[in-house]
Nanobody
Framework: QVQLVESGGGSVQAGGSLRLSCAAS????????MGWFRQAPGKEREGVAT???????KYADSVKGQFTISKDNPKDTLYLQMNSLKPEDSGMYYC?????????????????????WGRGTQVTVSS
């Protein structure tokens, strides 16, 4: 059974940094894509970044140059380094997995393309 467990969220002031982690277990597919998504109250869930077996990252335009996604394969842990945080970066951050290749074309990261989800970790950025 696939399990994704996020951690590392918290409250920071604008300009600060956070590093989110997602421990993955229970999947056996060699082909995979993992991603980070976020959802603010009253808004739709949006894709933030993805990385797959070939380690090619893809970022939403809103976080390019600000966030960095990475994966430690031996630990099966996904990370999201978030710098220069702004109040509009606040929300629940979710880790997700699809047992297929990452979709690298276009700029949109669609939550509907992902099969498995963690429960999320809250990020709050105050001004």
């Amino acid at each position: 059974q696939v399990q994704l467990v996020e951690s590392g969220g918290g409250s920071v002031q604008a300009g600060g940094s956070l590093r989110l982690s997602c421990a993955a277990s229970g999947y056996t597919s060699i082909v995979y894509c993992m991603g980070w998504f976020r959802q603010a109250p009253g808004k739709e869930r949006e894709g933030v970044a993805t990385i797959g077996m070939f380690r090619t990252p893809k970022y939403a335009d809103s976080v390019k140059g600000q966030f960095t996604i990475s994966k430690d394969n031996p630990k099966d842990t996904l990370y999201l380094q978030m710098n220069s945080l702004k109040p509009e970066d606040s929300g629940m951050y979710y880790c997700a997995l699809r047992t297929d290749y990452c979709l690298l074309s276009g700029t949109v990261i669609n939550p509907e393309d992902f099969y498995y989800w963690g429960r999320g970790t809250q990020v709050t950025v105050s001004s």
